[in-house]
């Protein structure tokens, strides 16, 4: 079996260097949890969008960069034993930086739409299971306070995950979403990426969220 590299492993608890030398788990990692998909998930699939690559902070490269803070989320897609999941579907979207979606049924929205951004991407994982998009901090909107990034992953033989992730960088907002709430502690530390949040203010804010699927029925 393969195992995550040593570098992620090291971040998440629960993990061991097993007698072959490879990063381990001692038990079943906890399935990501379920979250709603929520009214705007993108009317044309994302896969038949113009725009659609894994950089959300431009519509095309040298174009101009969406407003907002710049944020790499990346990560890795496996099974609970820790196995990367090859040709899993990973599938974003969310609002931009003012809190507007780019959906009819946000139309009433008074948010300026940014038109620079990108508000959906889609990256389909190696043999690693990793995947990364480059992005921006979601804005607030009404009803949601948490800023959240919406996640679809297929992964064969395992059910499609529906959730969401959230940032360490605005906890008591997160305290105050009620989907977020909806979780136990353990499930919102699931979802809650921990930033890195380099002094060169010109760099992107990063972290990373491991994604659990549960097998097929
Ligand atoms: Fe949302």
Redesign the pocket.
């Known amino acids: 079996m393969q195992a995550l590299s040593g570098g992620l492993a090291c971040t998440l608890p629960g993990w061991a260097v097993a007698a072959n030398g490879l990063w381990m788990p001692d038990e079943d990692l906890p399935l990501t949890p379920t979250q709603t998909e929520?009214?705007?998930y993108p009317e044309t699939a994302i896969e038949q969008q113009l725009f659609n690559d894994t950089d959300l902070s431009q519509k095309i490269a040298g174009h101009e960069f969406a407003k907002g803070q710049l944020v790499v989320v990346k990560g890795i897609v496996t099974d609970q034993r820790g196995k990367p999941l090859a040709g899993s579907v990973v599938e974003v979207?969310?609002?931009c930086a003012s809190g507007r979606?780019h959906h009819s049924r946000d139309e009433s929205n008074p948010l300026l739409l940014d038109n620079n951004f990108q508000f959906w991407g889609r990256a389909i994982t190696g043999e690693d299971g990793k995947y990364s998009f480059k992005t921006i901090i979601?804005g607030k909107?009404p009803g949601?306070m948490g800023r959240?990034?919406?996640y679809r992953i297929d992964s064969p033989q395992h059910q499609r995950l529906v959730t969401?992730c959230y940032f360490s960088e605005y906890g008591e907002d997160n305290s105050k979403d009620g989907?977020y709430r909806q979780l136990d502690a353990k499930q919102r530390e699931q979802v809650t990426v921990q930033l890195d949040k380099p002094s060169d203010q010109a760099q992107p804010w990063s972290g990373s969220f491991h994604i659990v699927m549960g097998k097929a029925s």
């Open positions: 929520g009214p705007f979207w969310q609002a979606y979601p909107y949601r959240h990034i919406h969401q989907i």
